[in-house]
């Protein structure tokens, strides 16, 4: 059954040099359950076109729909809300909150969802990354290997039923990339659900169930 | 070389825009402006009445005596003294209108002159037409000129008549300007002007009686005024004289002018320390956004010293810039706020560019830009090339070296002493430095607190499944956090406007509210000797007079302490300045305490004995057995005193500094003043019986007095909020640009909050709270501090009580807590609205 769906998904953006067409019609579909690697060049729209998966940018054409809902059609905080419980992203430049403690970053969006025992469960969530010393220290505290780890963690912590990833090795040495995917993949099997990954590395990739091409905008395998 | 490329960096850099720099360009045009419009509009009013100076004061010089005229001597020395000679004569009195069954009585100031007055500047009247015609009256009645005022509240019309004491007035005009009103001072009613001659059958100038006379001489070309002086006080009988002279037409308006100024330009530079937030708060904050730069121009072989001054140049351009806008800023201001104050004040002000005005707050502005750009600067020599490795906007930078911490100090101490010369007041000036940085470690502390509480409460088990609060505590809590520069900014401000606030409030409450609860319903003065006794059986039969206290009143001047110039021995004290009220009585009155020595017997008739009141005697210094020298009517009398007293002067009771056994003062014509005490009620019935049978006798009505006291003082109170004002509005401007310059961190965390989850409701009230949280701490801080001033100011200036104001506290806070939600919410716009794609893309 397929949990995400594009039919002739397109998305533009007006620039300073004009209307730029990033995405030009995209068809994908992906099973529950499925790995899915995103693979390309720079400026081929993978990122974009995970971007538009989670609600985060909104098709200029065609349909995304996940777990059964069209995410063109939802307003901004129904998005919100949509990812709140059903998603769980990790970014290149991991996006921790500054003023917040690695505890408090986990804990936002179990807060968020009214969790009473969300502070617990982001402190479970940290020590399962390995980060149970680091609980207090912000972010600027923290090694940018640490920081993707709290951001996986806090991906993981509402128990996702999508996992996004966009290049969340990108800014890490090896050994920390390393790390990381395994990481990643361990919480996904973990919660047994899907994962998008973007990367530019075909041997991250190869670990999916699927690898997806994009290039100019296109899928091209 | 290093100046050379700093330059070369500088200006690179700046070709970007001065964007980063706008908080500081607006801080200190704001700062700069508001001193230097302060500074313009007191030169421009003193330049105003020194121009004026002799039409204010009615002719080249003027002799002033105490309720006698000038003797025959002393008008022939005047005559030969002088070109001309204008003699004028002021008192209180009431002006009595009859309608036939009821009367309007109103207390007017009476100014009576003779044919050449005024000697200088000319009478406005309405109708318009000359003061000669107006005063000539019609069918046998003189005429008189009245204060539109006093015009409407006794309900007359031009041609009505009304009565002076026992003489019948017609009214032919509406006096619209005096040229010579600023000199009198304070006067309690509004002005009746007629011919002295036509006074003679009032029975107003009777032997006793309180009034001033006035002699103004137009001297001849090339005169010396102080020559002039110094033959007045040889020739004349010099104890009871007052001089002036052109050379200072007002000084009572002048001296104002100038203690308000001086006060004003304190005020400001309180908005100097506010606006030096704001620029230390902008370079800061621009530093810490060059960070990279800086890291990569060391790595690329830039000194310490290069970086320095590759970005004081910058900030100097910065800072110039702003200090030219204020200057300009502040000689337009008071050009069009021109009308509006000449419009309070007796002569036409004169607007100029003032170069000893823009001198002083360019000191001001530089002093102030170096003070707080200096420390933010020296950190950029602890910046090091490894910052590009890490993230280098988080980087907590050490604290600068000691040289430059040192220089800071210097130059803080230079700014309050030339602040201090600048303003002549060099004591309140060191007090006003001292509770500013006593404010400013307070504001300090109280943001170091509420970060620290609102981090604790951020990670307490309290706050969780609050999302809203918990991340707004997290950001005032965490690190970038603005609670520094927002709480001190605005803290500073509401401080000084909650200071103002409470003092005003008290001082209102202390003469509106406190007081009449003593205090008597009327002062009545002139009443005659021979009027006493039937006076005090009038008034002590009606029903509504609980107590009626007289005493004889003289006036007199203490002119010497055992022989030697009083002012000399105990130098500048009210008691001295002009004539004071002196009396008799051959027993110690009711309810008075001696304090030390004692009283004379009853039936003294030996050399004149004083009783002195004690506080004032121990501020000047004064013992039992001084010997002091009192001039009344012209007369030295020479007494010693032989006891102190206590004299409550809070109630406005009776109250003399000076009483003399009744012999000392035996011949010495005089009347008699009396305080009535009863209910309201009473007021109109006891003004319509003691008119009705004795019109020489003026009755002060104390809530009268009163009003016309708050309307003085709600006049300076407004003086002062002008001055806050501007420094509220500094204080806004910093925290405007702290919420401008937190703006592309709150974008930030609103995308990374949107893509965890969080509704735009949810991030809005987190923004609003965390405003609302600064507001709070800044507003509840500047309410103690205030509080604080304006105990010190009513416990030892003022000498009375205080008690706390509620209200304007209330309004405080409440301002507070909007003003920076306010902010903040106006930069909540692009936060909430943005795009968490572009956002995030954007970082990565």
């Known amino acids: 059954m397929a949990v995400i769906t594009l039919e002739g998904a397109e998305l533009a953006l007006d620039g300073n040099v004009g209307r730029v067409d990033i995405l030009r019609g995209i068809d994908l579909s992906i099973e529950k359950r499925e790995t899915v690697g995103l693979i390309g060049p720079s400026g081929s729209g993978k990122s974009s076109l995970l971007m538009l998966v989670a609600g985060l940018e909104l098709a200029t054409g065609g349909r995304v729909d996940v777990l059964g809902h069209d995410m063109t059609s939802m307003g901004e905080d129904a998005l919100a809300r949509f990812r709140r419980d059903h998603m769980g992203i990790v970014f290149q430049s991991f996006h921790l909150i500054p003023t917040m403690t690695a505890l408090e970053n986990v804990a936002t969006p179990l807060e968020l969802s009214g969790k009473a025992d969300a502070f617990d469960r982001a402190a479970s969530e940290l020590e399962a990354v390995g980060l149970a010393d680091r609980l207090h220290h912000y972010p600027a505290q923290l090694s940018g290997g640490e920081q993707q780890r709290v951001a996986l963690a806090r991906a993981a912590a509402p128990r996702p039923e999508i996992f996004l990833a966009d290049e969340p090795t990108g800014n890490l040495d090896a050994t920390n990339g390393q790390i990381i995917m395994d990481a990643l993949f361990a919480l996904r099997d973990k919660h047994d659900s899907t994962l998008v990954l973007v990367t530019h590395a075909p041997e991250l990739a190869e670990r999916c169930d699927r690898v997806v091409r994009l290039a100019d905008g296109r899928i091209t395998a | 070389m290093t100046v050379r490329n700093a330059l070369r960096f500088a200006r690179r850099e700046l070709r970007g825009g001065v964007r980063g720099f706008r908080v500081l360009l607006i801080c200190l045009a704001l700062s700069v402006g508001a001193i230097t419009a302060v500074g313009t509009v007191r030169d421009s009013i003193e330049n105003g009445l020194s121009r004026e100076g002799a039409s204010l004061l009615g002719g080249d010089a003027e002799i002033t005596l105490t309720y006698r005229f000038a003797s025959d001597a002393e008008k022939s020395w005047m005559e030969e003294t002088a070109q001309t000679v204008s003699e004028i004569v002021d008192f209180r009195s009431m002006a009595v209108v009859d309608r036939g069954d009821t009367k309007e009585r109103g207390l007017t100031q009476v100014k009576g002159v003779d044919g050449n007055y005024p000697i200088y500047g000319s009478v406005q009247l309405a109708p318009a037409m000359d003061l000669d015609t107006a005063l000539a009256g019609r069918d046998g009645r003189p005429g008189a000129v009245m204060d539109p005022v006093l015009i409407g509240r006794l309900g007359l019309k031009i041609g009505d008549a009304f009565a002076l004491g026992g003489q019948e007035f017609l009214l032919t005009a509406a006096l619209q300007r005096e040229p010579d009103n600023a000199g009198g001072g304070f006067g309690l009613g509004p002005r009746t002007l007629v011919r002295t001659d036509d006074l003679a059958n009032a029975g107003l100038l009777a032997p006793g009686t309180l009034f001033e006379s006035a002699y103004r001489l137009k001297l001849p070309p090339g005169a010396q005024p102080d020559a002039v002086e110094q033959d007045a006080r040889t020739s004349l009988n010099a104890a009871g004289l007052r001089w002036r002279d052109s050379r200072n037409g007002a000084p009572g308006i002048s001296e104002f002018v100038d203690r308000l100024g001086a006060f004003l330009v304190l005020v400001g530079l309180a908005g100097l320390a506010v606006g030096g937030v704001g620029v230390y708060a902008a370079v800061r904050g621009y530093l810490t956004e060059k960070t990279n730069t800086i890291a990569t121009l060391k790595t690329l072989g830039a000194t310490s010293g290069t970086i320095i001054a590759t ?110 010369w600048f303003s002549g007041l060099m004591v309140l000036t060191l007090w006003s430095a001292g509770g500013l940085a006593v404010a400013f470690v307070a504001l300090w502390l109280i943001a170091l607190a509420t970060r620290r509480v609102a981090k604790v409460f951020s990670q307490s088990r309290r706050a969780r499944g609050y999302s809203a609060l918990r991340i707004a505590l997290g950001s005032v809590g965490g690190p970038r956090s603005e609670a520094a520069p927002v709480i001190l900014s605005l803290g500073l401000g509401l401080t000084v406007l909650s200071a103002i606030g409470q003092i005003d409030a008290n001082l209102r409450t202390a003469i509106a509210t406190n007081l009449p609860e003593q205090a008597p319903s009327f002062f009545v003065v002139d009443i005659q000797t021979h009027q006493l006794q039937d006076f005090l059986s009038k008034v002590r039969a009606d029903d509504g007079v609980s107590k009626v206290e007289t005493a004889p009143m003289l006036r007199g001047v203490i002119t010497r302490i055992n022989g030697s110039p009083a002012s000399e021995v105990v130098g500048d004290h009210w008691v001295l300045e002009g004539d004071r009220g002196v009396t008799y009585s051959a027993e110690l009155p009711e309810g008075a305490r001696l304090t030390a020595g004692d009283w004379w017997p009853a039936d003294y008739t030996g050399a004149a004995q004083i009783s002195f009141a004690a506080e004032q005697a121990a501020e000047m210094g004064l013992s039992l057995g001084d010997v002091l020298t009192v001039n009344i009517l012209g007369r030295d009398i020479e007494g010693t005193i032989t006891s102190f007293r206590e004299v409550d002067f809070s109630t406005a009771g009776i109250g003399f ?66 001055g806050a004002a501007a420094t509220l509005l500094t204080g806004f401007t910093v925290l405007i640009g702290a919420a401008a310059a937190g703006e592309p961190a709150r974008t930030y965390e609103a995308a990374i909050l949107k893509t965890l989850g969080a509704s735009r409701r949810t991030i809005l009230v987190s923004f609003a709270m965390r405003s609302a949280i600064f507001g709070l701490s800044a507003a509840v801080i500047a309410v103690i501090a205030g509080a604080t001033a304006s105990w010190a100011t009513m416990t030892f200036v003022m000498e009375t009580d205080f008690s706390f104001e509620p209200f304007s506290a209330a309004v405080i806070i409440f301002g507070g807590v909007l003003a920076t939600t306010l902010a903040g919410l106006a930069f909540a716009w692009r936060p909430l609205s943005a795009r968490p794609a572009r956002i995030l893309r954007d970082v990565d």
């Open chain 2, 311 to 420: 970005y004081a140049f910058q900030i100097g351009a910065v800072a110039v810039a702003g200090i030219c806008l204020g200057l300009i800023l502040g000689s337009l201001i008071p050009v069009a706020f021109a009308p509006i104050i000449e419009s309070r004040l007796p002569v036409p002000i004169v607007v100029a560019v003032y170069p000893a005005v823009l001198a002083e707050a360019t000191t001001y502005g530089v002093l102030a830009a170096a003070i707080f750009t200096l420390w933010p600067l020296a950190r950029t020599e602890t910046v090091r090339g490894s910052a590009l490795y890490r993230n280098g906007a988080d980087a907590t930078l050490p604290r600068p070296r000691l040289r430059y911490v040192a220089t800071t100090a210097v130059l803080i101490v230079g700014l309050v002493l030339l602040a201090g």
């Open chain 2, 657 to 722: 500094i000076l009483s003399m056994n009744p012999a000392a003062l035996a011949g010495a014509p005089h009347s008699h003043i009396a305080t009535i005490y009863g209910e309201a009620e009473a007021d109109v019935r006891l003004l319509r019986n003691v008119g009705d049978t004795w019109p020489n006798v003026t009755m002060i009505r104390v809530r009268d007095a009163i009003a016309r006291v708050a309307e003085i003082l709600s006049g300076i109170a407004s003086a002062a909020n002008y």
